[in-house]
């Protein structure tokens, strides 16, 4: 289908994002101009309590100042709700008022053969809930009233049951004026190769609807009341409406509840989803029998940045998890992660929600697991690393699995914590575990536990921390060095795009400020080239939002170049000296367990010195170093040369 932007144009304007965007959010009226279409809320994005959210009816796009979210209500649809591009066309048609543009006879047929098949479906499933009300059904319902589930529970989630009948669901279709063919195509019959009468592929089993992200049902899940069935679960066939590798189980109710704030959970089966839901945990989805697919990881992102796999706590449920990690890396980065809450041995999500009940589960979802602890157990569990060799080994398969992943600034991060880690594993300070090379304490002690790490660990990042301080930009030392010098690379940024003239006095410096943003390293490279591009603008446009920038008179004040100068020069100073002072101290602490000598102690003190320099705008400017001026700015540049320019510029 061909869709003018004529036609997308159309739809926008008659349609306020407010009204889209309204559904999920909880407006700061206090804050917003109803009357001019300027509208604040908290972010539906990620977790904040500050209305940092904006929402520009007339210029028909949104803001977030916190997590830089942004777009049009197609993209919200598509980012919010999960949908496809064409999906959220069709519904914002449809509030439009918007008859959608004409497709071509194929197409046509196509979608209105879908159509019925999905009418079909909808007939079946009337039709198993109806076979469990009979006295056929009675072990069902004896069965489902064993695992918890009530009417309520029943008709909430459309189960049935398919008797053991060979032809009960096709006579009664048939009896409906349905099309053989057509029930055949839906997956619900298959027919002989002998050219014999359909039969149903569903008998004498509890019957799951399986439903897209609108609500459709596109499939069933069956599971066997005989104990000697061949398959305990069964699911349909592979049809025009399903695709088992390209669905998941509960996806539009979980796909609403991580909307309002939950989680998204992804268990095994359908009883475990069920059981989740009913314990207030309305997120969960799961795959359709079988490992999780690259469409589905796809899928789960567009619903959540961070989905929780909840996996049996068993030998299986471990392996599931470490095969995950090669589909996943490839994948991973930033919005795009995954967390591992590894239950008991021996139970699944059902199993301790009716035994313990459901704070016992939200335990285990607190304790889940990133990935980068998975990876660490997978390469390091059951061995032994006392000899160079082997400790090479686990450098080189870490750093293989750590290549896949695509992003440069995820691949730094998973890097420095496996530095850490190796620290920790092979220091002989650690009460024999480095001197032996035998795996660290925490993953022997808490193996499939979901656990958090063993007490004297020394890894600062994963300590226990409240809910306040967990959401602030500053719940760490490192963190508060982070946003402190990404507020001077904002201030930098911000003086050579109202000054453009003094780009060319501090070209060399400005290759080398390499932000981790790929908007602001966008914006660097359109400073140097003298050219403009959408990402590079919207950098732009955050930067000048900042409180600290707008604040500056030079920043409102463009004609005042010579102060502009100084300020720019003094603030590439104390990035500089920053980050050059941090580089010199890691390579120091790599070091010092050696034999000190004259060249690591006048470094060190170096590294102090500078990084007071910086930590004091009064003294930052390296002009004034003092009598060894000259061997200090000979310390810095060689620091920034071998580490900061050897980085690619993004």
């Not at 004040?557 to 100084?566: F, I, K, T, V």
């Amino acid at each position: 289908m061909s869709l003018s932007p004529q036609f997308l144009d159309e739809i926008r304007a008659r349609v306020p994002l407010s009204r889209i965007i309204g559904r999920k959010v909880q407006w700061d009226l206090r804050r917003s101009n109803q009357a001019k279409g300027d509208w604040w809320a908290p972010c539906p994005f990620h977790q904040e309590k500050s209305a940092s959210f904006h929402v520009d009816d007339q210029k028909g796009f949104y803001y977030c100042f916190g997590c830089h979210a942004k777009g049009d209500a197609l993209r919200f649809m598509q980012e919010a709700d999960g949908m496809g591009f064409l999906e959220a066309v069709e519904v914002l048609a449809g509030e439009a008022g918007l008859p959608m543009p004409a497709r071509d006879p194929g197409q046509v047929q196509k979608t209105d053969r879908r159509a019925k098949l999905v009418e079909v479906m909808e007939e079946a499933v009337r039709w198993f809930r109806l076979q469990l009300q009979t006295g056929m059904a009675q072990e069902a319902r004896d069965y489902l009233t064993r695992r918890g589930l009530s009417d309520p529970d029943r008709e909430r989630f459309g189960i049935g049951y398919a008797p053991d009948q060979r032809q009960g669901l096709f006579q009664a279709l048939k009896a409906k004026g349905i099309d053989e063919r057509l029930i055949v195509e839906a997956g619900l019959c298959a027919k002989p190769d002998d050219g014999g009468a359909p039969f149903d592929r569903f008998r004498g089993r509890i019957m799951f609807p399986i439903r897209d992200a609108r609500g459709r049902c596109i499939a069933f899940g069956g599971r066997a009341m005989d104990p000697n069935a061949r398959a305990k679960y069964l699911n349909s066939p592979e049809t025009p409406l399903f695709d088992k590798g390209r669905n998941l189980y509960n996806l539009g109710p979980a796909r609403s509840a991580v909307g309002k704030g939950q989680p998204l959970i992804v268990a095994e089966g359908y009883m475990d989803v069920i059981a989740l839901v009913k314990a207030g945990f309305e997120g969960a989805v799961a795959p359709l029998g079988t490992a999780i697919t690259p469409e589905q990881l796809q899928l789960m992102w567009r619903v959540s940045p961070e989905p929780v796999i909840a996996l049996d706590g068993d030998t299986a449920g471990v392996r599931a998890a470490l095969r995950l990690i090669d589909l996943s890396l490839p994948m991973t980065g930033p919005g795009q992660a995954l967390r591992f809450a590894i239950l008991p041995e021996g139970q699944d999500p059902d199993d301790l929600i009716r035994k313990l009940g459901a704070p016992a589960m939200a335990e285990q979802l607190e304790a889940a697991r990133p990935l980068v602890d998975l990876l660490w157990q997978r390469e390091t569990e059951g061995k032994v690393f006392d000899s160079p060799e082997r400790r090479a080994a686990l450098d080189r398969s870490l750093g293989e699995s750590v290549a896949k992943i695509p992003d440069p600034t995820t691949r730094d991060y998973y890097n420095a914590i496996f530095k850490q880690m190796k620290w920790e594993l092979f220091s002989p300070r650690r009460s024999g575990d480095g001197a032996s090379g035998r795996q660290p304490r925490e993953f022997r002690e808490n193996k499939g536990r979901g656990q958090g790490r063993g007490q004297g660990q020394g890894r600062s990042f994963d300590a226990p921390s409240v809910a306040a301080t967990r959401a602030s930009r500053l719940s760490s030392p490192e963190a508060a060095e982070k946003v402190a010098e990404q507020m001077i690379e904002s201030m930098v940024l911000a003086i050579c795009a109202t000054h453009p003239k003094l780009v060319p006095t501090v070209e060399a410096r400005l290759e080398r400020l390499t932000p981790e943003d790929p908007g602001r390293a966008q914006l660097v490279h359109d400073l140097l080239a003298g050219t403009q591009s959408n990402s590079g603008r919207q950098a732009l446009e955050s930067i000048l939002a900042e409180a600290h920038v707008k604040a500056a008179p030079l920043i409102t004040r463009p004609q005042d170049g010579d102060s502009a100068a100084d300020v720019l020069a003094n603030a590439l100073d104390r990035i500089e000296a920053r980050r050059a002072a941090r580089l010199e101290t890691a390579r120091a602490e790599t070091e010092i367990e050696g034999l000190a000598d004259e060249g690591l102690t006048w470094r060190v003190s170096q590294s102090a010195r500078l990084r007071q320099k910086a930590d004091h705008p009064a003294m930052s400017d390296l002009g004034d170093l003092g009598e060894n001026s000259d061997a200090q700015r000979a310390f810095l540049k060689s620091a920034l040369e071998n580490e900061i320019w050897r980085k690619p510029r993004r």
